[in-house]
């Protein structure tokens, strides 16, 4: 938790990032705020950047451009929201996904800095040669081409100086913020202090480029049997926290037609590669590049295809794998209650979502697309339709997974790009299943599940002898279901009150009963008229009675 000083001792920076939101029409945001937060409200008024009308399309845009003017760390918190459509209206998800991480190029001088400070020798000490102006220059690192000793062509991956400082402040505003945001009804519904945590886990990972350097090495093992994707090498012992070297990649952009005409390139089977790559990422591997734009991939010699930038990849285990294959066959069969039975069994959908209306809109969009070929389903629309139905319902499917949606829907519209006739489905269809034929079957991984469990039975059983002998004594001198209670004798004289009550209870009815049978039998002046009648006088009043006895002894 984060006590009211906090915002103190950020004061500036808490301030600046409150007067770009107001800048851009967000000064309603600042309403719901605690009396801790008075400070923020004497941030300065910038003049708007034009009046706003007030249209959910123009405040998704000025949502963009106040994270642009924020810096780093917040251009990198839009592209993660980017994919969280259960978190965001689809508008601000639409103008997320156009965030440019491009920003102007640090001093060589800075660079240089950073570069022997982590290396411990000045760059021209190490390096035949490397280029003051970066290839390329983001907000986290820029990459400058670079020559070793050997002669071997490499790129430097550098982080900007004085970049941790920032972000480290700017992660703590955020943590501070979705404390008091969970405290608000919104509280209820998001989590918002785990999503701030998530955030600051992922960014402080993509702050470390051994990390990246891992990803790497762990592609490359993956694809060592494939030869349709290459993997750059690393070095590492030029390798830092900071610092990340590469081998350098000789290719053509891959969404660059006209190049890849000229050089004779097939472009069918260079989007077969692609999405080949990217289904057995995911169905095979559990393990995918999860930032497939076209600047990280190039084509090389042979319709090979060079990835690069390891930073952002995504997870998934066996159970997720498994999920998506049960909510894909559930969409196949139209089985609108086996989705949402799914979305519940999977954590996505809470049990006291409005399964009516989840299926109502689920079933809009299997008619949209029934009996329409797979070939003329695209992805990247199924997404869309998608995100507006998981917003308006609290979707939580696992980041991970809306992760995987928008890549999938970026791999498919570069394979389209490629070729027009190019179908995701298609080539997906034999990896499904191959994924389910091994979920399904014995793996591996069973056996070693039975041999720990099998290691738990014997400690059980080899501990066995000594406990039960313990168990059995103590049965003997009658300690073992042995229980003490607190004013025992109250609770008993308590227990016999409510039996005799309900003993009189049944007496009374079954009295009520019989004589309710015997009505029939009696006549005007008949000799169980009078009987009768008294057996209804007592009966009620050992009805009363018994009334006011329990209504007594509830007070």
Do not use: C
Not at 116 to 127: I, S
Not at 234 to 247: G, S
Not at 303 to 319: C, N, P, T
Not at 511 to 532: E, H, K, N, R, Y
């Amino acid at each position: 938790m984060f006590s009211s000083l906090r915002p103190i001792r950020h004061l500036r920076r808490y301030r600046e990032i409150a007067g770009v939101f107001f800048r851009h029409g967000f000064g309603f945001a600042f309403d719901h705020l605690g009396p801790e937060w008075r400070p923020l409200r004497r941030a300065p008024r910038l003049p708007p950047l034009k009046a706003l009308p007030p249209l959910p399309e123009d405040l998704a845009t000025h949502f963009r451009l106040a994270l642009e003017e924020l810096g780093p760390t917040f251009v990198k918190l839009g592209q993660i929201l980017s994919t969280r459509p259960d978190l965001l209206p689809p508008s601000y998800i639409a103008e997320l996904s156009k965030l440019q991480d491009s920003v102007p190029p640090a001093p060589w001088e800075a660079i240089r800095a950073v570069l022997t400070q982590e290396l411990g020798r000045e760059p021209e000490a190490l390096f035949a040669a490397i280029d003051p102006q970066p290839m390329a220059a983001a907000s986290l690192a820029q990459v400058h081409a670079t020559t070793l000793p050997d002669g071997e062509e490499v790129v430097v991956k550098v982080q900007r100086p004085n970049i941790i400082p920032t972000i480290s402040i700017d992660l703590e505003i955020l943590s501070a913020l979705a404390v008091r945001a969970q405290a608000t009804p919104l509280g209820q519904v998001y989590d918002f202090v785990g999503i701030a945590d998530d955030f600051a886990f992922t960014l402080r990972n993509e702050l470390d480029y051994r990390r990246e350097g891992r990803n790497a090495d762990r592609f490359q093992a993956n694809f060592a049997r494939e030869s349709h994707l290459y993997v750059p090498r690393v070095y590492w012992e030029y390798t830092t926290q900071r610092v990340l070297v590469l081998e350098r990649i000789h290719g053509i952009k891959i969404d660059d037609i006209p190049a890849l005409d000229a050089a004779g390139y097939d472009r069918h089977r260079v989007a077969l590669h692609s999405a080949r790559i990217i289904i057995k990422e995911v169905l095979e591997d559990g393990f995918f590049h999860a930032d497939p734009h076209p600047g990280n991939f190039a084509v090389m010699p042979g319709e090979v295809i060079g990835a690069m930038d390891f930073g952002m990849v995504g997870y998934l285990r066996d159970r997720d794998r498994l999920d998506l294959i049960r909510l894909y066959i559930a969409s196949v069969g139209l089985d609108t209650d086996g989705i949402v039975e799914q979305l519940i069994r999977m954590g996505a959908a809470n049990v006291e979502v409005d399964r009516k209306g989840l299926s109502q809109d689920i079933d809009r969009l299997l008619t949209k697309y029934y009996s329409l070929p797979l070939k003329d389903i695209r992805a990247r629309e199924v997404v869309e339709e998608i995100m507006p139905i998981a917003y308006r319902h609290h979707l939580r499917l696992p980041s991970n997974l809306w992760l995987l949606g928008k890549t999938l829907a970026m791999m498919e519209g570069l394979g389209l790009q490629l070729d027009p006739d190019f179908d995701m489905f298609a080539v997906s269809e034999p990896f499904v299943r191959r994924l389910a034929w091994r979920l399904a079957l014995p793996r591996r991984a069973w056996g070693q599940e039975l041999l720990r469990q099998g290691a738990d039975w014997g400690e059980l059983i080899s501990r066995l002898p000594r406990t039960g002998n313990r168990l059995l004594e103590q049965a003997e001198r009658g300690e073992l279901f042995q229980i003490r209670l607190q004013d025992a004798d109250s609770i008993m004289s308590r227990l016999d009150r409510l039996a005799t009550r309900l003993a009189l209870s049944v007496l009374v009815a079954a009295l009520i009963v019989s004589l309710a049978l015997l009505i029939p039998l009696t006549t005007a002046g008949g000799p169980l008229q009078l009987p009768v009648a008294t057996g209804f006088i007592v009966a009620t009043g050992l009805g009363v009675w018994l009334l006011i006895s329990i209504l007594r002894g509830t007070h």
